[in-house]
């Protein structure tokens, strides 16, 4: 979608994808995570957020290989707004997710055995990660739609 020096946006899509992805096999595969409604939104926002980036990687690496620009200024507005949303929407979700997760740990210990307190943990903490390469995308963009 933008032409930024090497291919900086490519490698931030992937990351969206692969540490959204990450939080969402780490909190739904063999978790009780719909107990909580903050795992339920954390899982939900990261299944928003790997189809969003995988395809605009797949722009990106389209842009790469054909020469043509994809840089029309009211497309890479949509993107930007939409980075934007996706970035609040993440940040909220792991937020709300390691609120919980300390809650959890904080309490005598029969609401979270020890297997799955290490499970919610490990993907707050990807989603988090998600969170930094989407808004971190996000400026990128805004940069993009200030410069053009």
Same mark, same amino acid.
């Given at each position: 979608?933008?032409?930024?020096?090497?291919?900086?946006?490519?490698?931030?899509?992937?990351?969206?994808?692969?540490?959204?992805?990450?939080?969402?096999?780490?909190?739904?595969?063999?978790?009780?995570?719909?107990?909580?409604?903050?795992?339920?939104?954390?899982? #939900?926002?990261?299944?928003?957020?790997?189809?969003?980036?995988?395809?605009?990687?797949?722009?990106?690496?389209?842009?790469?290989?054909?020469?043509?620009?994809?840089?029309? /200024?009211?497309?890479?507005?949509?993107?930007?707004?939409?980075?934007?949303?996706?970035?609040?929407?993440?940040?909220?979700?792991?937020?709300?997710?390691?609120?919980?997760?300390?809650?959890?740990?904080?309490?005598?210990? #029969?609401?979270?055995? /020890?297997?799955?307190?290490?499970?919610?943990?490990?993907?707050?903490?990807?989603?988090?990660?998600?969170?930094?390469?989407?808004?971190?995308?996000?400026?990128?963009?805004?940069?993009?739609?200030?410069?053009?």
């Amino acid at each position: 979608m933008d032409e930024t020096p090497g291919s900086v946006s490519l490698f931030l899509r992937l990351g969206q994808a692969i540490f959204s992805s990450a939080a969402l096999l780490l909190m739904s595969v063999g978790v009780e995570f719909f107990s909580y409604t903050a795992f339920c939104f954390l899982v #939900t926002i990261m299944g928003l957020v790997i189809p969003w980036s995988c395809t605009l990687a797949m722009f990106n690496i389209y842009s790469a290989i054909f020469p043509r620009s994809l840089r029309h /200024p009211g497309l890479i507005v949509i993107v930007a707004i939409g980075d934007m949303v996706l970035s609040i929407l993440s940040l909220a979700a792991a937020s709300a997710s390691a609120g919980v997760v300390d809650l959890l740990l904080h309490l005598d210990g #029969t609401h979270c055995p /020890p297997k799955f307190c290490g499970r919610y943990q490990l993907s707050t903490t990807m989603a988090f990660f998600a969170w930094f390469l989407t808004a971190a995308s996000s400026l990128l963009n805004l940069r993009l739609v200030a410069s053009g």
